[in-house]
Each structure stands twice: as C-alpha cells, then as structure tokens.
C-alpha cells in the first residue's frame, strides 16, 4: 500500500502555522491596530471634551456679561431717579418759598399804617434773607449729595 505523506504534512505544517500566527503573530497586528484606534478615539474624545468646555466657559461669560450689563442699567436708572427726586424736591422748596414771600407781600399791602409797615418792611427782610439762606442751603447740600454719591 502507497501511503501518501503530504496531506500529513500540509496538516501538520497548517497546524504549526496557525499555532505561531495565533499566538506570536496576529497579537502584535492586533495589538497595533488597537493602538492606533485607542489613540484617535482619545484624541477625538478629549478634542470634544475641550470643545464643550470651551463652550461652557463662553456661555458663562457670556451671561455674566449679560447680567453685569441688566445690572449697570439698574443701577443708572435708580441713581437717576434719586437725582430727579432731588431735583423735584428742591425746585419744591424754591416755590414754597416765593409762595411764603408773595403772602408776606400781600400782608404789608394789606397794612394801612405806616408804622406797621416799617415793622413789616423788616420782618419782611429778615424772612427773604431767611429764606435765601435757607435755599442756598439746599442748593449746598444738592451739590454734597451729588458729590458724594458720585465719589
């Protein structure tokens, strides 16, 4: 009988074959190509974690600039409105005062005598510069409260 030793041997050779490449070959290819992957997932990963990091850092600057701007105009309209008030109060004051001089007017006018209206010419005086100095009082602590809220 003729036995024929090439099957064995291509058996034999396939086994060996496959033995090295499945144990010293195909790990290091693979261990390649899983290097190469890992790398250019890391990479993509940490570019798009930087991207949303950034992109929060922007956004929270960006509302903070928002509120700091909301902020700076409340604050011009409160400042204002306190300088209006002022305004309002001492141009007040002002008509008071002419109201009180316009009456005292009429009152010597009213007096027939001229002794009263010597006493009156001078109550009459005193109460103008009473209330001058009394305006120019207010205009003082206007101007203070400007300068001081403005320091």
Do not use: G, R
Request: hydrophobic share 45%.
């Amino acid at each position: 009988m003729n036995f024929n030793f090439t099957f064995i041997n291509e058996f034999l050779s396939f086994i060996v074959f496959f033995y090295f490449s499945n144990f010293y070959i195909f790990p290091i290819i693979l261990n390649i190509l899983n290097n190469n992957n890992i790398k250019e997932f890391k990479k993509n990963s940490l570019i798009k974690f930087n991207q949303t990091i950034e992109n929060k850092i922007i956004n929270y600057l960006i509302k903070k600039e928002i509120n700091i701007k909301k902020n700076i105009n409340f604050y011009t309209n409160i400042i204002n409105n306190i300088f209006l008030k002022k305004k309002k109060d001492f141009f007040n004051f002002c008509l008071i005062e002419k109201h009180n001089i316009i009456s005292k007017i009429f009152i010597i006018f009213k007096l027939k005598k001229e002794i009263f209206i010597k006493k009156f010419f001078l109550k009459l005086k005193n109460s103008i510069i009473k209330s001058f100095k009394n305006i120019y009082n207010e205009i003082l602590n206007y101007n203070n409260e400007f300068i001081i809220n403005y320091e």
